[in-house]
């Protein structure tokens, strides 16, 4: 099986490779971290069920999955290698690692601000050999593939994904986590008032009978005109 994307060094930091793929591949080719990942919440199950199924919203960020580039060395030339081609924007093919081998190609424009400068597009192709290659570890979007199983249009959705490339276990056994903690806990959360004024302060865009009826939405979204008044006072109260 093949996986291709754009392989770059995010923030100038974790080298990843950013695609899209069938949500159905994503999910046969991951499994969780039992270290780090929670059980699966049935009511949450549900609500993501509902919501796969329904489409009209349909939208989530990059699925985020990681793979250890070499599980039994540390530090082999075939890492240094692609570290230091991605890092120069060099083109390259048939890298092999354990599991898999990595080809890429590059595209160099001049920079339309500095044409002293070279922007660098990198597109990578991974490709996996099924019967021997270990699973991606999931760090973000467990609840979502794990619903594949659940309907088989799923399968066939195309899926956003970023699979994070760590050079050796211990790389990957530490950032997993740290990324996993990060994604989780480190963002600040609007609070229900700030995200129901979202939806409940524009009736023409979100009109009643689809506040009751949306598996987006449902029963608790829907308040009629006075009740919607008097949640908007006491809202501004606090």
């Known amino acids: ?48 069920l509902a919501f796969l199924r329904e489409g009209e919203f349909l939208f989530f960020p990059e699925v985020i999955l990681s793979t250890t580039l070499s599980p039994d060395v540390d530090n082999t030339e075939e890492v240094a290698k692609l570290f230091e081609n991605v890092k120069t924007g060099q083109h390259f093919a048939n890298l092999k690692f354990p599991d898999y081998r990595l080809s890429c190609s590059v595209n160099k424009t001049k920079s339309g601000q500095d044409s002293r400068a070279i922007d660098i597009f990198q597109t990578a192709t991974l490709e996996l050999n099924l019967k021997s290659a270990r699973k991606f570890s999931r760090i973000d979007g467990n609840h979502r593939l794990s619903a594949t199983p ?16 760590f050079r050796n276990t211990t790389e990957a ?42 598996e987006s939405f449902g029963w608790p979204y829907y308040m009629p005109g006075s009740c919607t008044l008097h949640w908007t006072s006491m809202s501004s109260e606090t």
């Open 173 to 214: 056994a530490s950032f997993s986590r740290a990324l996993f903690h990060n994604i989780n806990y480190k963002s600040v959360p609007l609070t229900m008032e700030q995200n129901l004024k979202l939806i409940l302060d524009d009736a023409a865009l979100f009109p009643d009978a689809k506040l009751k009826e949306h």
């Open 1 to 48: 099986m093949k996986i291709k994307g754009v392989l770059d060094f995010s923030l100038g930091n974790f080298l990843c490779l950013r695609g899209f793929a069938r949500m159905g591949d994503l999910y046969s080719l991951s499994e969780p971290d039992p270290s780090f990942q929670r059980d699966l919440l049935k009511l949450h199950e549900k609500e993501m």
């Open 150 to 165: 659940k309907d088989k249009k799923f399968e066939t959705y195309n899926t956003p994904f970023c699979l994070l490339l």
